[in-house]
């Protein structure tokens, strides 16, 4: 059985080792160790398992994939060594960047085909990424779960250098894939609260994540920011545009009312399906606190969505009082009273471990507009 400790190991706070510290900058000299670094949002192909006929083909892709990315990862950390002298310590992978996300097959062959297993061999060759590039290595998922053996959930992951999974995130709003929230009263059975909205205490900052679309909702952001998220990694494969799309926009307003960075990759294409590869490319970016786009990436695979995180300015604009220090001024204490009192979707909706067709996912979406306009909120 996996347990809270396996979901979200060493979730608490990590102290930074002697031999860590030893190797950063300015340590060999006796000097106080250069806290900022460099992040990279590395937009990468998707190779997509669809065409994949047999599950033994697909999961070779996965690890021929995987063999790539540590090359570019490799070169990325070197380049921007020589490039900005400062030390590639953060990488966020795209959504689903070793899979694609399912077209015609069914919840039944995906699972199979393409869901992880928590210490399998697709995570075992990602965690030797991140100790052989000394990296902390985010990215997302679908991923088996054995105490829900019918199921798979989208995870955000973040390996740390050692190799040990310090986050694990299931991503808490999808139309179709499983979520903790379709089975809310035994995923708190098993792994509490504090598992749902996860945080990362590393010797880089405190970090959470947001998966893909869940940068259109703020709550998810907000959670994490209450355990004190100082930087938001954010895996999306989503759809390339000339202007300013509403995740975009999104991506700003998480950094501006949280006060963190976000670290947003997105696929640089998506190829082996029906769907034109380039649909989904560009925009990777790294934006601050102040909503300033700090590095983006134009179309193609590319390490141009890197930049310096000064957490130490990060901190200072936290501790500063004045109107622009958002997260001292929210009276938490008014909202909770209106959620309360607003429809909430209904929990536990596979409970009895059955996933929801693509149709009954539909018509469960139906429904709740229909309550959402009894209740006054749609109007009509």
């Known amino acids: ?105 069914s919840r039944e062959e995906w699972k199979a085909k393409a869901a992880l297993d928590i210490g399998g061999a697709e995570y075992e060759a990602l965690a030797a990424l991140a100790q052989r590039h000394g990296v902390y290595l985010g990215g997302n998922a679908y991923e088996n779960d054995e105490n829900f053996p019918q199921l798979y959930f989208q995870t955000n992951f973040l390996i740390a250098p050692s190799g040990e999974t310090v986050l694990r995130y299931r991503r808490m709003i999808s139309l179709y894939t499983p979520t903790p929230f379709d089975v809310w009263d035994r995923y708190l059975d098993i792994y509490g609260y504090d598992a749902v909205f996860p945080v990362a205490r590393t010797e880089l900052g405190v970090i959470g994540s947001i998966a893909s679309e869940e940068i259109l909702y703020p709550e998810i952001a907000r959670m994490q920011a209450l355990k004190g998220a100082e930087i938001f990694l954010h895996p999306t494969s989503e759809v390339g545009s000339p202007q300013l799309t509403v995740k975009d926009l999104a991506k700003r307003a998480r950094a501006i009312e949280n006060m963190a960075y976000v670290v947003s990759a997105n696929s640089a294409e998506i190829t082996g399906t029906p769907v034109p590869s380039a649909s989904t490319d560009a925009m990777s970016k790294i934006v601050d606190w102040n909503g300033r786009v700090l590095a983006e990436a134009g179309p193609g695979e590319s390490l141009n969505a890197n930049a310096i995180l000064d957490l130490p300015a990060l901190r200072a604009a936290r501790d500063r009082t004045g109107m622009s220090n958002l997260l001292t001024r929210l009276p938490l204490a008014a909202f909770a009273p209106g959620y309360e009192s607003g429809v909430s979707q209904e929990p536990n909706a596979m409970a009895d471990g059955r996933m929801l067709t693509q149709g009954e996912a539909i018509e469960r979406q139906r429904a709740r507009i229909e309550a959402l306009r009894e209740a006054g909120m749609f109007g009509g």
């Open 1 to 105: 059985m996996t347990t809270r400790r396996d979901l979200v190991t060493g979730a608490g706070a990590l102290a930074l080792s002697a031999a860590a510290a030893a190797a950063l900058p300015g340590a060999a000299r006796g000097q106080a160790p250069d806290p900022r670094y460099s992040a990279c949002a590395l937009q990468v192909v998707c190779d997509a398992v669809n065409q994949d006929a047999s599950v033994e083909a697909a999961r070779a892709r996965m690890m021929a994939s995987i063999a790539r990315i540590g090359g570019q990862i490799a070169a990325s950390k070197g380049f921007l060594r020589t490039f900005n002298g400062t030390e590639l310590k953060l990488v966020c992978l795209p959504e689903y960047f070793l899979t694609g996300f399912p077209l015609r097959e």
